[in-house]
């Protein structure tokens, strides 16, 4: 007896064709949407270095390379001009103050001094003379008061005499008033030489103070001249190691060129250069450090010099405590400058990534340190170890620190 068979409703070749548009569509989904589509770089993960975000105490600080210096610097500078004539030592000597150093000849200052003592010697006989002149004239002008006196007496008798005469007749009018015309012509010519002797002593006087006043300006120009040959002697003004010497026999110097300097040895500074970035970050009683013969030593800034020069502006520091033994004029140093307190932070150490990516980015490594992806980073405030975090990690991640010149642009690194 035939039986019906029930038609299935899921024959095996529907559900084949079901099965494959699924999984045609599924694959182009994931190619699409799920798929990592980003460029990959294989590389050795024995030639990378990696290194982990941590959670630490940060203090800022920018290394800075410093010269020894003598804490006092005095220059030999050439008051006067002149033609070196004698080397008494050498540079690399020791002095002490008031020893001589160089000495130079000028002819010119010489003749410049020898016409101003033959001026002073003119000058000082023109006042010997005005005064000699002037006690000449008093003593005339006296002889003739004297005289004039006398006449004056002889005239008063003889006047006086005809008076009484006339009066009685005896004598004629004229002869009276001769005698009287003589008398008063005598009393005026003695208030008229008295007057001339008074303007003649007044005129002398001022013309005697006139001529002391430049007799003495001259005498201080000669000394002043004097002074300039002596300063054609180099002494050492202070007591110190002469460590230059620019100066041979025979070279002619010009007033004011620097001819060496000595180095007062009482102690030394550091002066350092630093970038005109920091400029308005750094004050005085900043302080570093440096390493030294197997120590550290610290230094700090007791003056600023804001001039900036090819990007670059100077302080001066000073040792905090003892100098370092064995320390010379000369030296370079290698100080890590502190810009700021120490406070907590998340950190990275420095690595060459940074000159590739200026820290906008790293590479993190995935948990399972398979591979590693780009992520982008801001970093803020640095010193020589490590670089502060601001954004874009979190402590414990791992980043890889070298260069990231050979990485080109690949967005993910596969480690092997």
């Given at each position: 007896?035939d039986?019906?068979?029930?038609?299935?409703?899921?024959?095996?070749?529907?559900?084949?064709?079901?099965?494959?548009?699924?999984?045609?569509?599924?694959?182009?989904?994931?190619?699409?949407?799920?798929?990592?589509?980003?460029?990959?770089?294989?590389?050795?993960?024995?030639?990378?270095?990696?290194?982990?975000?941590?959670?630490d105490?940060?203090?800022?600080?920018?290394?800075?390379?410093?010269?020894?210096?003598?804490?006092k610097?005095?220059?030999l500078?050439?008051?006067?001009g002149?033609?070196?004539?004698?080397?008494?030592?050498?540079?690399g000597?020791?002095?002490q103050?008031?020893?001589?150093?160089?000495?130079?000849?000028?002819?010119?200052?010489?003749?410049?001094?020898m016409?101003?003592?033959?001026?002073l010697?003119?000058?000082?006989?023109?006042?010997?003379?005005?005064?000699?002149?002037?006690?000449?004239?008093?003593?005339?002008?006296?002889?003739?008061?004297a005289e004039?006196?006398?006449?004056?007496?002889?005239?008063?008798?003889?006047?006086?005499?005809?008076?009484?005469?006339?009066?009685?007749k005896?004598?004629?009018?004229?002869?009276?008033?001769?005698?009287?015309?003589?008398?008063?012509?005598l009393?005026?010519?003695?208030?008229?030489?008295?007057?001339?002797?008074?303007?003649?002593?007044?005129?002398?006087?001022?013309?005697?103070?006139?001529?002391e006043?430049?007799?003495?300006?001259?005498?201080?120009?000669l000394?002043?001249?004097?002074?300039?040959?002596?300063?054609?002697?180099?002494?050492?003004?202070?007591?110190?190691?002469?460590?230059?010497?620019?100066?041979?026999?025979?070279?002619?110097?010009?007033?004011?060129e620097?001819?060496?300097?000595?180095?007062?040895?009482?102690?030394?500074?550091?002066?350092?250069?630093?970038?005109?970035?920091?400029?308005?970050?750094i004050?005085?009683?900043?302080?570093?450090?440096?390493?030294?013969?197997?120590?550290?030593?610290?230094?700090?800034?007791?003056?600023?010099?804001?001039?900036?020069?090819?990007?670059?502006?100077?302080?001066?520091?000073?040792?905090?405590?003892?100098?370092?033994?064995?320390?010379?004029?000369?030296?370079?140093?290698?100080?890590?400058?502190?810009?700021?307190?120490?406070?907590?932070?998340?950190l990275?150490?420095?690595?060459?990534f940074?000159?590739?990516?200026g820290?906008?980015?790293?590479?993190v490594?995935?948990?399972?340190?398979?591979?590693?992806?780009k992520?982008?980073?801001?970093?803020?405030?640095?010193?020589?170890?490590?670089?502060?975090?601001?954004e874009?990690?979190?402590?414990?991640?791992?980043?890889?620190?070298?260069?990231?010149?050979?990485?080109?642009?690949?967005?993910?690194?596969i480690?092997?």
């Amino acid at each position: 007896m035939d039986r019906i068979l029930e038609k299935k409703k899921w024959p095996p070749k529907k559900i084949a064709g079901i099965s494959f548009v699924v999984f045609f569509c599924g694959a182009i989904i994931y190619g699409f949407f799920l798929a990592d589509r980003s460029s990959k770089l294989n590389i050795d993960a024995e030639k990378i270095t990696i290194a982990e975000v941590t959670r630490d105490q940060f203090q800022e600080s920018i290394p800075v390379i410093g010269n020894v210096l003598p804490i006092k610097t005095v220059y030999l500078d050439a008051v006067e001009g002149g033609r070196v004539e004698t080397r008494f030592v050498e540079a690399g000597t020791l002095v002490q103050e008031g020893d001589k150093i160089l000495k130079l000849s000028n002819t010119n200052l010489l003749l410049d001094i020898m016409y101003r003592e033959a001026q002073l010697f003119e000058q000082s006989n023109n006042l010997r003379n005005s005064r000699l002149l002037m006690e000449q004239n008093r003593l005339a002008l006296r002889r003739e008061l004297a005289e004039i006196n006398y006449n004056i007496k002889s005239q008063k008798r003889l006047f006086e005499r005809r008076a009484q005469l006339a009066e009685k007749k005896l004598i004629s009018q004229e002869e009276y008033e001769q005698a009287k015309d003589d008398y008063e012509f005598l009393i005026k010519k003695r208030d008229l030489t008295i007057e001339t002797q008074k303007q003649d002593s007044l005129f002398r006087q001022m013309q005697i103070t006139q001529l002391e006043a430049s007799l003495e300006r001259m005498e201080s120009n000669l000394v002043i001249a004097k002074q300039k040959l002596d300063n054609l002697i180099i002494n050492a003004p202070v007591t110190g190691a002469l460590t230059s010497l620019n100066a041979e026999i025979g070279e002619s110097k010009a007033a004011g060129e620097r001819l060496g300097q000595i180095d007062v040895l009482e102690g030394f500074k550091v002066r350092a250069a630093i970038d005109e970035h920091y400029l308005h970050r750094i004050e005085i009683g900043r302080s570093g450090t440096f390493d030294f013969a197997g120590n550290s030593y610290r230094l700090t800034i007791n003056k600023i010099y804001p001039e900036v020069q090819e990007g670059r502006f100077e302080v001066d520091m000073e040792f905090m405590g003892a100098e370092p033994v064995g320390i010379r004029r000369g030296q370079t140093l290698h100080i890590r400058l502190d810009l700021g307190d120490l406070s907590e932070a998340i950190l990275i150490p420095r690595g060459g990534f940074y000159q590739s990516t200026g820290g906008q980015w790293v590479y993190v490594l995935s948990e399972s340190g398979a591979y590693a992806t780009k992520r982008a980073t801001k970093l803020g405030r640095q010193n020589p170890e490590k670089y502060e975090v601001l954004e874009g990690l979190k402590p414990g991640e791992q980043v890889i620190t070298s260069s990231y010149d050979t990485f080109g642009d690949f967005d993910k690194l596969i480690l092997k």
